[in-house]
């Protein structure tokens, strides 16, 4: 075959991706979107591509970043994962790339099929070898102090990527990575409010709303949940299936607020918050409780855990008081018992 017919269509993809790019396209502000249709039209354009992954990495603190994973298995499907600044800082199988993307600014590619297991330097590319891929590819796309875009590419092609697939490759980087980064500070911005894995407010929101029923002096109770040894089961089954997990929690959340006044948020991590207006500590208990037996009726298999062998959540709860000087008393009394029920082994439901 001929090799400008045989890269003619990949060029005519990445053409068409840098087109809708720098034209501001407002699908660009959507990057799940825009991972699937790159990786759709890049398939289609004859590239090899048996899993792509975007992500946008927070170089200062305080900023949080993502992570869109494409696999060919899935075509039609991106997972999306948030991702706080210390994921990135962790020393684990998935981010010691990215974490020399950060640190030196330099292309990382790996033939993998020519490679001796030992002599790869990352425990996530060990297992991409494992698993049969031939070649990968990681690269930045474009970094504004602030956030880092990164594009990785695998195949298991037998010969890996070839040399002008990877130029086109290469073309579509250098266009684009600009409008990954506005792209996502758009979303930041849509994201104030709210938590971008489980789609519940934050705790920035959740504070401002407690404030709010402080002042007009509402009577408030508030649940806070812990998942019971989520470190080990985060270890054992991986940031997927921990987000996974998270999700499912926070589907329990919205459950138990439906057709009720019930404020659900995530408060950070694995904690999960309800605020009760107009409950009283009794009914706060009893909801509190229906959670916890509701989590536990998800059946989430967890070997690693110290007492059941599934996913179970510890519960702190506290009622607003007229001692309370401020809505942060009730976080403060609701979080130590949250801490005492963890002290008291867990699957507990404490209040103070």
């Known amino acids: 075959m001929n090799p400008e017919s045989r890269i003619g269509p990949i060029r005519t993809a990445v053409d068409q991706l840098i087109a809708e790019a720098n034209a501001g396209n407002t ?11 790159a990786a759709r039209l890049l398939v289609g354009g004859g590239l090899p591509l048996d899993r792509l992954n975007l992500s946008v990495i927070p170089l200062q603190s305080g900023h949080d970043g993502a992570q869109y994973w494409w696999e060919l298995e899935q075509i039609d499907t991106v997972r999306s994962f948030h991702r706080t600044a210390d994921y990135f800082e962790q020393e684990d199988r998935r981010n010691t790339v990215f974490k020399h993307l950060r640190d030196t600014g330099e292309p990382l590619r790996l033939r993998l099929e020519t490679l001796p297991i030992e002599s790869i330097a990352f425990d996530f590319l060990v297992k991409l070898k494992r698993e049969g891929f031939t070649d990968y590819l990681a690269e930045s796309l474009f970094s504004d102090g602030t956030y880092l875009a990164a594009l990785t590419l695998a195949t298991r092609r037998s010969g890996g990527f070839r040399g002008a697939d ?38 920035r929101r959740l504070e ?32 997927f299936c921990a987000d996974d997990c998270l999700l499912a929690v926070s589907r329990v959340l919205l459950s138990a607020s439906a057709g009720q006044t019930h404020l659900p948020a995530r408060f950070g991590g694995d904690i999960f918050a309800l605020v009760l207006a107009g409950t009283q500590a009794g009914e706060a208990e009893t909801i509190g409780r229906q959670v ?37 008393g009730l976080i403060s009394r609701a979080h130590g018992a949250l801490v005492a029920a963890k002290e008291a082994g867990g699957n507990c439901l404490i209040r103070l």
């Not at 266009?175 to 407010?201: H, Y």
């Not at 536990?296 to 008081?321: E, K, M, Q």
């Open 208 to 239: 401002q709303r407690l404030a709010e029923a402080f002042e007009a002096k509402l009577a408030i109770s508030l649940l806070l949940f812990n998942l019971d040894d989520f470190g080990a089961y985060n270890s054992q089954f991986g940031q």
């Open 292 to 328: 916890m037996a509701q989590v536990l009726a998800l059946r989430l298999a967890h070997p690693g855990s110290s007492g059941s062998p599934f996913i179970t959540v510890r519960v702190g709860l506290a009622v607003l008081t007229p001692e309370d000087g401020s809505s942060a």
């Open 27 to 37: 699908g660009v502000a959507n990057l799940a979107d825009m991972t699937a249709k």
């Open 166 to 203: 990877l130029q086109e490759v290469q073309r579509l980087i250098g266009s684009t990575g600009m409008a990954v980064v506005t792209g996502f500070r758009e979303r930041a911005k849509l994201n104030a409010w709210s938590d971008p894995l489980t789609g519940l407010i934050n705790r």
